[in-house]
């Protein structure tokens, strides 16, 4: 079984950021920055100075607007060489946003439902299905806008794959070690079970970067990305 290790800086500083980077070395090739270190903590340099070094980017940007935007500012994050991009999964921006990656490496990934959310999160949105369903419509929708990958719960990473065919590349938070802190999550699963759904790539926060050994915690995660532990 073999899975790619992102691990989130969700931290605030570029500072903070950098000082995590080099102590995990060579234990972590693949980062996440997202909207905390993206907007607060010059993140978005801070992407373009790993890539120089040689690391793999993932900005968990989340695009959303007129299809317009959506493809030139996709075009822009495709020209620092990221590996890969959130966006909506919204059919009109996924479609825009597959135009705006064209003739480039980067991954876009469409955000289906966020691990946050439970089926009374999804009501009260105002959508007239459940996760499941409203999971396996965006996955419908981003295999026939062409997109490169979805992000989903590990949970509907099983029916996503079914769905969306074997060489879609599925991203899934949520991941927390056997015994570990929840947070704020609520569709959650260990590294060596998400991987057995059918994900490829598992995005690890806080069980690393808030560890008092983020090296070992790192180490942990990989060695259990071969485990079949599962959360109840």
């Known amino acids: 079984m073999a899975g790619t290790l992102i691990v989130a800086l ?14 995990l070395g060579d234990a972590v090739d693949f980062y996440k920055i997202g909207y905390q270190l993206a907007y607060g903590g010059d993140g978005l340099a801070l992407g373009r100075a790993l890539l120089k070094r040689g690391k793999r980017v993932f900005f968990d940007l989340k695009l959303l607007d007129i299809d317009n935007t959506v493809e030139k500012g996709v075009a822009a994050i495709a020209a620092t060489g990221a590996t890969m991009l959130t966006v909506h999964a919204y059919p009109q921006t996924m479609r825009a946003a597959v135009k705006g990656a064209a003739g480039s490496s980067l991954t876009v990934l469409g955000v289906s439902v966020l691990t946050s959310m439970d089926d009374a999160d999804v009501a009260e949105a105002g959508f007239a299905r459940d996760v499941a369903g409203l999971v396996a419509l965006r996955a419908q929708q981003a295999r026939d806008a062409g997109i490169g990958g979805l992000v989903c719960s590990p949970h509907e990473a099983p029916m996503v794959r079914e769905i969306a065919g074997p060489k879609m590349v599925l991203v899934t938070p949520g991941i927390r070690l056997a015994g570990g802190d929840v947070g704020d999550q609520k569709r959650i699963m260990t590294p060596g079970a998400a991987l057995s759904a059918g994900a490829t790539h598992l995005v690890v926060g806080r069980a690393i970067t808030a560890a008092a050994d983020p090296v070992a915690a790192a180490r942990l995660v990989l060695s259990e990305m071969g485990g079949e532990t599962r959360f109840a």
């Open 10 to 23: 969700d931290i605030d500083t570029r500072v903070e950021a950098e000082m995590l980077i080099e102590r």
